[in-house]
């Protein structure tokens, strides 16, 4: 079986270490996972490239089992999948494709993976939040804390006009969206709980002020700590890496791509926190 993660750029990918330890630790030894670099213009040709998918050949060897999508690619894959499931239509994006019966099937496990990283760091179920960004991450982070039971939250973003997706997706989930700039990031953070989805520790800016949140969730993984994590750290409160949330979407998507609930969770996390270490160790030096 065969397997995949497509993105632009591609090369800063977690995602092979991830899967590839998994396959090992449960004895798949015929499961390859490569990574491809694909931008919105190359998908659907590289979608129709790939061949045969599971179910469409006798014995299915060699067959092409899932992709993992990151960006630019979760919106656009929806209109070339068969199906797509549920919360992946509510919110508007699928990071997960999974070949079955020779079609296309679309879900998105982004929204397990930061139920999960919350979860794992011991963050309660918050009664409010702010979440910062506007773009995937944010929609997904939304139907997050939907499922936590939070149906109204404070979304920030540089320019609101251009936050048309994610007010839709707050729609679709039923949830309230206050939308805001992010300079009023000073009167919306006494809340339980703020995601941070903004790229690149673009969050650090605002490092000082963040400092008072009781548990923030900064969607960044490296270079680990950001500079708002740390502040956050260093003033009591409760901080939630992207690579937790990475760590778990691939979790989920190991379990959808192979159909077996016995993924090697902590071979997973072993494998990316020592592929994290290297990069940090070359970046030094």
């Known amino acids: 079986m065969r397997a995949a993660v497509l993105g632009s750029p591609i090369g800063h990918s977690l995602s092979p270490y991830l899967h590839r330890a998994a396959y090992q630790a449960m004895g798949l030894d015929g499961w390859i996972y490569e990574a ?18 599971r179910g469409q050949a006798p014995d299915d060897r060699d067959a092409w089992a899932g992709l993992s999508l990151t960006m630019p690619l979760k919106r656009a894959v929806l209109p070339l ?4 499931s549920e919360l ?4 508007g994006g699928a990071n997960t494709v999974v070949f079955r019966d020779g079609l296309r099937h679309g879900d998105n496990t982004d929204v397990y993976g930061i139920e999960r990283a ?42 609101p006009a251009r936050a048309g997706e994610t007010v ?12 805001e700039t992010l300079d009023k990031l000073d009167a919306r953070t006494r809340v339980d709980l703020v995601v941070s989805t903004l790229p690149g520790g673009a969050a650090d800016a605002f490092a ?26 260093a003033a009591g409160g409760v901080v939630v890496g992207g690579f937790a949330m990475l760590l778990h979407q ?15 969770v902590e071979a997973m996390r072993a494998a990316g926190e020592a592929e994290l270490a290297r990069r940090s160790a070359n970046r030094r030096d």
Do not use: H, I
């Open 36 to 53: 491809f670099e694909c931008d919105e213009a190359r998908l659907p040709g590289l979608l129709r490239e790939l061949v045969p998918l």
């Open 81 to 84: 999948l068969d199906t797509v």
């Open 88 to 91: 992946a239509v509510e919110v």
């Open 118 to 159: 919350l979860a794992e760091a011991g963050v309660p179920a918050p009664r409010s939040a702010t979440v910062l960004g506007g773009g995937a991450t944010a929609a997904s982070a939304l139907a997050a804390l939907r499922n936590l039971g939070l149906y109204s939250v404070t979304l920030l973003v540089r320019d």
């Open 168 to 179: 839709a997706v707050a729609e679709r989930l039923g949830v309230a969206l206050a939308v």
């Open 208 to 233: 000082d002020r963040l400092a008072r949140v009781p548990a923030l969730f900064d969607v960044v993984y490296s270079p680990w700590p950001t500079s708002a994590a740390a502040a956050v750290r």
């Open 250 to 264: 691939a979790v989920r998507q190991v379990e959808l791509m192979t159909a077996r609930t016995d993924v090697a």
